[in-house]
């Protein structure tokens, strides 16, 4: 029996976040084993995971003994590797294409910007506090969502998710932008089709299980 597939994650990562909700929509199963980015300096900087991702990020996919690093290469690797279950990256071309689009604006346009690594430096070297740093990750959040509610009020083939009417990729990365979209308090007011998608995909339990209050390692109210 083949090994269980591993995915390094941390409750509130929204990188691993768009993994466990592909890993869900795909069937497969898999154990997490929690990387927590803030308590001890992060456990992301001990030498033994630094062995595992020298980027020292989440998430990390080990599958049979193979180290695959990065959330989308992780997500179409699955797609690749197990052809036969459930896709997350549509049949043709130019549906593959806008998928990953707007999968690509969430994961290379918005979320680096506001990763914890960048927030940490604009504290420690640029002296930023706390409603700076919030500043900061709603502008970007905001510019981001303003063109990606574009795109999907003008979309080829509308759906009830962001591509047609089975979630994809895009909705993998656009869920977890969503939720830290709230947590840094933007309104979604302005963005009445995202918005739409995320409640659709609210009441679904794969998407419920990825959640990150759902984690293991997410903090257990008292």
């Known amino acids: 029996m083949p090994p269980m597939r591993t995915l390094y994650s941390y409750w509130r990562s929204s990188a691993a976040y768009r993994v466990r909700i592909a890993l869900n929509l795909m069937g497969l199963d898999y154990v997490i084993a929690p990387v927590h980015l803030v308590r001890g300096g992060g456990e992301q900087h001990h030498a033994e995971y630094r062995e595992l991702n020298p980027q020292q990020l989440v998430p990390v996919l080990v599958d049979g003994g193979h180290v695959i690093r990065e959330s989308l290469a992780i997500i179409e690797y699955l797609e690749e590797a197990y052809p036969d279950n459930p896709r997350v990256l549509p049949r043709g ?52 969502f303003d063109a990606i509610e574009q795109v999907l009020v003008g979309r080829e083939r509308p759906g009830v998710f962001c591509e047609g009417n089975e979630p994809t990729l895009a909705d993998c990365c656009l869920i977890p932008q969503v939720y830290n979209a709230r947590r840094y308090g933007v309104s979604l007011a302005r963005y009445p089709t995202i918005a739409r998608i995320d409640d659709i995909c609210a009441g679904m339990e794969v998407f419920r299980q990825a959640a990150p209050e759902a984690q293991a390692d997410a903090p257990k109210a008292a």
């Open 93 to 144: 071309a130019l549906a593959c294409a806008r998928v990953r689009a707007l999968a690509q604006m969430v994961a290379c346009d918005i979320h680096p910007i506001g990763n914890l690594r960048v927030l940490q430096y604009l504290q420690r070297e640029l002296g930023a506090d706390d409603d700076q740093k919030l500043a900061w990750s709603r502008h970007w959040i905001e510019i981001g």
